[in-house]
C-alpha cells in the first residue's frame, strides 16, 4: 500500500468529542533528530512551507479531488435523500469541507517525505459514516466494502474509543461548541446521534478487519502522554 516517496498516512476516526483533533495535533509536538514527523492535515493553514506547489500540480490535485467526490457520491446517492435528526440541509457545506481538506490531504502528501506520517483528521472514513449519525438506517457491508475498495488509501487507522457520555460532555464543554449538524439539537437527540455514530464506528471497525492495515484502537480517556506512547508503540 505504501508509495515510494510518500508519506505514511493515518486516519483518525471517532465519536464527536472523543478528542481526534486534539490527538493529531498534539502528535504535531513529537520530533525525532529534531524534526517533526507528524503532521495533521487539519492544521494545513499553519504549515506554510508546503503550500507552494506548482501551478500545472495543483490543478492535477484539483481535478483528482473533482473526480473523486463527484464518483463518491454518483456511488453513495442515496445517503443525500435520508431523513436526518437535525433541521436543514449541510450537503453542499459537507461537500466543499470534504473537497477542502482532500485538497489537502493531497498537497500534503505531494510534499512531505517517505519518513514522515500523514494524518488524515478529517478524512475520508469520517466523511463517509457521519451522516450515519443522524439517521436510522445502518451503514450496509456492501457500502463499507465498496468504500474501502475505492477511497480508502491508509496505513494505519486510529479508532479513538469513548463512551457516549464522556464524549457528550466533552461537546456540551468545549469552547469552539458542538459540532455544525448538532448546534440546534437537544440534549436527547445529541446523546442519540452519538448512541449512533458508536454503533456505526464499530460496525465500520468489525467489517474492515479483513484489511491489510493496522487498525489502533485506543482509549480516549488516556492522558495525550498515554495516547502518543501507545501510537508510537503501534507504528
Known sequence: MLQKNMPKLIEVIGLPGSGKSFISSELETIKKNNEQIFFHSGNYNKNNKYKSINVSLRFLIHLKVISKIIIFYLIFFKRIFLKKIYKGSFFFRVISLFYQHLIYIE?????????????????PIMYFIQDYFYINEDLSYFEIRIFNKFFLKTDYIINLECNSKDAFNRLKSRKRGLPSRMVNLNDQKIESALNKAKKIINDYIVRSKYLNLNIINIDSTYSAGEIKKKILESI
Open 107 to 123: 498537497i500534503l502528501k505531494k510534499k512531505l517525505e517517505n519518513n514522515k506520517y500523514l494524518i488524515l483528521e478529517p478524512g
